[in-house]
Structure formats: C-alpha cells, structure tokens
C-alpha cells in the first residue's frame, strides 16, 4: 500500500523568501502525485498534480513540484512567497494508472510567513 | 450543486451515542471519499466509493465506522458508540466528470464529549 511523509511540520519564512516543502512516497508501481492547500478557513484544494509526461508540474500562484522517480520524491517550490501563502500544504498520491483509486495523504505541512 | 456539501457542519455528542454525517456530492461526481482530519494529524483515508464497484474500506478505523452510499449520489458516514478519540473533522470528496481532482467539502467538526 502506498504511503506519503511529510517531513516538516511547521516551516516559518519571511516575505520573497523561496520555499520548498519535503514529500516522499512509498510505492513501487506507478504513480499519481497531489500537492493540496488548505488557507485558514477555506476548503482544500488542489494547487498541481503530475500524472505523467514532465516531470516538473507548474500549478497555481507560481507554485510548482518537480518528480524525481529516483529518489521517490515530489517536493513543493515557490521562488518568493508571500504572506498570503500562509496555509497547510498536504502531499498526497493514489497508486496505479488509473486516476480511480484511493488517494493517501500526508500529515501536513504549516506554513508561516512573516509579513 | 455548485460544490460538495456535507451536513451538519458541527456536531456536539456524548460518549457512546451514534452519530450520522452526510454528504452531497457534486452532481455526476462517479468517486467519493471519506476523510478524517485531527488536530497535527493530516488527513486520514478512511473510505472510498467508485461507481458501483464495492467500496474500498481499507481505513476504516474500526468496525464502529460504516458508510453507504445510496443510488450512486449522497453518502452516509455513520459511527455507532462515539469515543472521545472519535472526535475530528470530518471531509467528503468527490471526482469525476472528467477530471481527476477532488472537490472538497467543508467537512463536519464532530466533538465527542
């Protein structure tokens, strides 16, 4: 069965600070792979997702995540942040080739910005 | 419906109650989850529906925790004997329509006393 960890559970930056926010999964097939966020008060959502095909995803807000296969990773990346970035970021991925199955996430990641 | 919704948003009980949780899912949406979601403890999967293939209940916490999911549409997640462990918020998602994304509900916040 698949599994996602999320090493940092509170990460704090200042403004224009770049972020990236650790995610490895454990799964040895194929792989479809999530970052979700979820601003203070408002639903998740989805901020990018890699099916197939490059393996760096560009997603929303000038966010983006490169998978590395080799090292069972999908880490987060924005170059400048900005306090309205402040939220919790979850990494999550569903196993196989069809988006139809069960998708697993990992604990979470807060992210503090100072203003 | 313009989004997923889930009833009640909150939800007080006492220990050893039954409590029922309900979800609409976005219109046509063929995939509905079930999550939980405790304080440092991310989002934990608990059961998923796809179509009329049987339900995959591989996170289901014990056998306190049920689901159904009725004409393909709206979803009941029931816990029977509430513990205070039991106590979290509670998040139904759903796919389909041609994407792969989840949509989200606000979730239920259940506090058992």
């Known amino acids: 069965a698949q599994s996602v960890s999320q090493h940092n559970h509170h990460v704090i930056l200042s403004e224009a600070a770049s972020l990236e926010l650790g995610c490895n999964y454990s799964?040895?097939?194929?792989?479809?792979l999530f970052w979700y966020v979820q601003y203070p008060g408002q639903h998740l959502q989805l901020l990018l997702k890699?099916?197939?095909?490059?393996?760096l995803v560009k997603g929303i807000k000038g966010f983006e995540a490169e998978f590395i296969k080799s090292k069972f990773s999908f880490n987060l990346r924005k170059p400048s942040v900005q306090w309205s970035d402040t939220a919790e970021y979850f990494c999550?991925?569903?196993?196989?080739?069809?988006?139809?199955?069960?998708?697993?996430f990992g604990s979470g990641t807060r992210l503090s910005i100072r203003p | 419906g313009a989004g997923v919704s889930q009833s009640p948003s909150n939800k007080v009980t006492e220990k050893g109650k039954d409590v029922e949780l309900r979800c609409d899912p976005i219109s046509g949406h063929t995939a509905l989850y079930w999550y939980r979601q405790s304080l440092g403890q991310g989002l934990e999967f608990l059961i998923y529906?796809?179509?009329?293939?049987?339900?995959?209940k591989s996170g289901l916490p014990s056998d306190r925790f049920s689901a159904e999911r009725t004409g393909g549409s709206v979803s009941t997640l029931t816990i029977q004997r509430t513990q205070q462990e039991d106590s979290a918020v509670y998040l139904c998602?759903?796919?389909?329509?041609?994407?792969?994304?989840?949509?989200f509900g606000p979730g239920t916040r259940l506090t058992v006393l």
């Open positions: 529906f796809q179509g009329n293939s049987a339900p995959d």
């Open positions: 998602a759903t796919r389909g329509g041609g994407t792969d994304t989840q949509y």
């Open positions: 799964y040895g097939g194929t792989v479809n």
């Open positions: 999550a991925v569903s196993a196989g080739y069809s988006s139809a199955s069960k998708i697993i």
């Open positions: 890699y099916f197939s095909g490059d393996p």
